[in-house]
């Protein structure tokens, strides 16, 4: 659309019905070299909640990152204080050694605190160091999820019962989703799966991959950026084209609004006010699934998709869904026109439980069998991206990568031995 009609990236803009759902959005437009500004707040890994747990996470991998360890050493508060660390910064800088080294022998280095305070630092060191011992033996997710339950910055947060209390704990499970995301996914990260060491995807690749986004400079250097905010956000401002993501159940409409009648319609004036944002077009768009508290659901459709009457709709070819019943029967049930006339057909719901009760037993996810029985031409299925053909295969053993190409959704590249796919 931009190169068709000649346009800047400030043309578009991205709306969404809570902060969470940036994450996914700026990763991908930063992964495509496309500027983006957040409008009414910071960018997913900038917000203070993130870069909190994200600063476990990186001392867990590495204690001798200093800078982690003095955000977090008293965060959420464990009775380390400030004039504790000042004397242990003194001793770090004064004999030249890390400051890990001083807080986890404080005897050795003579570091002048109370048996009090020295216990619950122990109890911290001691912590780090259990999780530190499992990075390379557990997978991303999990180690990250008792991480964050251990840390205690979960529960610190759950107590602000306000809208931003609740809305960094969605940025708190967001990140968790993307770990678990990240940990199951099985297309090729490059620089990352190349390396034949790669078992499994651990703690220490997630920060490594994520390392892009962390470190990015966000000063605006006045080149036009697709524009991200919440529709709350939007409230005022009108785009050329506007793209409002996540259109599901549970999602929008909120699932707090979902029994009160009230906060219901409230929910749908919202709707409103991200449709009439945009001045040329509009485009509404949901997930077939979506990660909560890191497991991988089908999403429904949201029931005010079905409230816009069909002559005002033009759909996209058919993508072919799988298992994703939901979203099968929402666009069977929309016998829906563009903008051509052509009635755009769908795919009978009932075809799709055939199509499962029909994939092949050969090649479970990441199997030996997988990697040795597929060929160039094959038809597979794959537990996201639905049916599409393999176009290419390249590696050995557990290295071997298949190239496949998916209607409706385009070419991926995936890692055999992490693969969700199946020989039809």
């Known amino acids: 659309l931009k190169m068709n009609l000649q346009l800047n990236n400030d043309a578009f803009a991205v709306l969404y019905r809570t902060n969470a759902q940036s994450r996914a959005i700026e990763e991908a437009l930063r992964k495509a070299n496309i500027p983006y500004r957040i409008y009414g707040g910071l960018s997913f890994y ?5 870069k909190d747990l994200a600063a ?15 955000r977090i050493i008293n965060y959420p508060t464990r009775g380390i204080g400030d004039t504790t660390m000042d004397k242990a910064e003194r001793i770090s800088l004064e004999q030249g050694i890390p400051l890990w080294e001083v807080i986890s022998n404080p005897h050795r280095y003579s570091l002048d605190i109370r048996g009090n305070t020295l216990a619950k630092m122990d109890a911290f060191v001691n912590m780090i160091l259990k999780f530190h011992h499992q990075v390379k033996t557990r997978s991303a997710y999990e180690l990250a999820k008792d991480i964050k339950h251990a840390s205690g910055i979960l529960r610190e947060l759950e107590e602000d019962k306000t809208p931003e209390g609740v809305a960094r704990v969605d940025n708190i499970e967001e990140l968790l989703n993307a770990i678990s995301d990240f ?3 099985d297309q090729v990260i490059p620089g990352i799966d190349d390396d034949e060491s790669v078992g499994m995807r651990t703690l220490d690749v997630f920060l490594q991959d994520i390392a892009l986004f962390t470190d990015a400079d966000e000063k605006d250097d ?10 709350h956000a939007a409230k005022g ?3 050329p084209f506007v793209f409002v993501s996540g259109m599901e159940e549970n ?32 485009f509404l768009s949901f997930a077939l699934t979506r990660y909560v508290h890191g497991q991988l659901n089908y999403c429904e459709p949201s029931r005010f998709l079905e409230e816009i009457d069909e002559k005002f709709i033009e759909m996209p070819r058919k993508v072919k869904m799988g298992r994703d019943e939901p979203a099968a029967r929402f666009v069977s049930s929309l016998q829906v026109q563009s903008a051509s006339a052509k009635v755009i057909p769908s795919t009978d719901p009932s075809k799709l439980k055939k199509m499962n009760s029909a994939l092949s037993a050969v090649g479970n996810p990441g199997s030996d069998e997988l990697i040795r029985t597929l060929q160039v031409g094959m038809q597979v299925h794959h537990e996201r991206f639905g049916e599409g053909k393999v176009i290419s295969l390249e590696g050995e053993g ?11 959704v385009g070419q991926k590249q995936l890692l055999l031995k992490f693969a969700k796919l199946k020989i039809i």
């Not at 979902?258 to 449709?275: D, G, H, K, M």
């Not at 557990?398 to 209607?407: D, E, G, M, Q, V």
């Open 46 to 50: 900038k917000r203070k909640e993130i």
């Open 56 to 70: 476990y996470f990186r001392l867990v991998v590495n204690p001798m990152d200093g800078d982690a360890l003095k």
């Open 183 to 185: 940990a199951e996914n």
């Open 222 to 231: 006045g080149t036009p950026k697709v524009a991200l905010m919440t529709i």
């Open 237 to 239: 401002l009108e785009f």
């Open 251 to 282: 999602l929008f409409p909120n699932i707090q609004a979902l029994n009160s009648r009230s906060e219901l319609e409230e929910e749908r004036r919202l709707f409103y006010v991200a449709i009439t944002r945009a001045q040329k077009r509009l």
């Open 398 to 408: 557990p290295n071997r990568k298949a190239t496949i190409f998916f209607p409706g």
